[in-house]
Nanobody
């Protein structure tokens, strides 16, 4: 499975961004898609996850009510809509896939995209 993340950029606090993660290859083997984020010196942090077929979602407490994960099965693409962004959301965001639900540990994800940088200015 190959994952390509995009959509990062610079946004002011309170603004919104939508990240995309396009999957290709053996996508049928990716039961769950997740988003993580990482800042320098810190471990990769779980953000949200979604089941490809059922659409069930799971969020980290820090983003509940602000971020929404969704998917378009026809395009093999997962999205992360991020609203009410704060400087604390600044990070490199990664999409990943795995076969377990719900799974928040980055070590349990099998495939990773290259990351896209989100910078929120105050």
């Amino acid at each position: 499975v190959q994952l390509q993340a995009s959509g990062g950029g610079l946004v002011q606090a309170g603004g919104s961004l939508r990240l995309s993660c396009a999957a290709s290859g053996r996508t049928f083997s990716s039961y769950v898609m997740g988003w993580f984020r990482q800042t320098p010196g810190k471990e990769r942090e779980f953000v949200a996850a979604i089941i490809w077929r059922g659409g069930s979602t799971y969020y980290a407490d820090s983003v509940k009510g602000r971020f929404t994960i969704s998917r378009d099965n026809t395009k093999d693409t997962v999205y992360l809509q991020m609203n009410s962004l704060t400087p604390e959301d600044t990070a490199v965001y990664y999409c990943a896939s795995n076969s377990y639900w719900p799974e928040t540990r980055s070590t349990q994800y099998d495939y990773w995209g290259q990351g896209t940088l989100v910078t929120v200015s105050s």
